[in-house]
């Protein structure tokens, strides 16, 4: 599992630096990042079978990636 698909770097090549200097600086982005990073993880072990889980679980988990996600870019474009 050395490379997760989806994670901010690779989703937002353009705004590498800014994640960076958000993580370090701004506490809601910071606590947005972690949550992201804790369901794409999750995600990423349920597609490869690493911990299983049902249908309506997945679809769950991947809908609160998208949520924040879309709040990441959000900031990131402000």
């Known amino acids: ?16 630096e ?9 506490g809601h ?11 794409n ?8 079978n690493i911990e299983p889980t049902d249908d309506l679980h997945m679809e769950n988990m991947r809908k609160k990636r998208m949520r924040l996600k879309d709040e990441i870019y959000g900031m990131l474009s402000a």
């Open 1 to 16: 599992m050395s490379n997760t698909p989806h994670e901010l770097a690779e989703e937002f090549p353009e705004h590498v």
């Open 18 to 26: 800014k994640i960076r200097d958000l993580k370090m600086n701004d």
């Open 29 to 39: 982005f910071s606590r947005l990042s972690n949550e992201y990073h804790d369901v």
């Open 41 to 48: 993880r999750s995600i990423h072990r349920a597609e490869t």
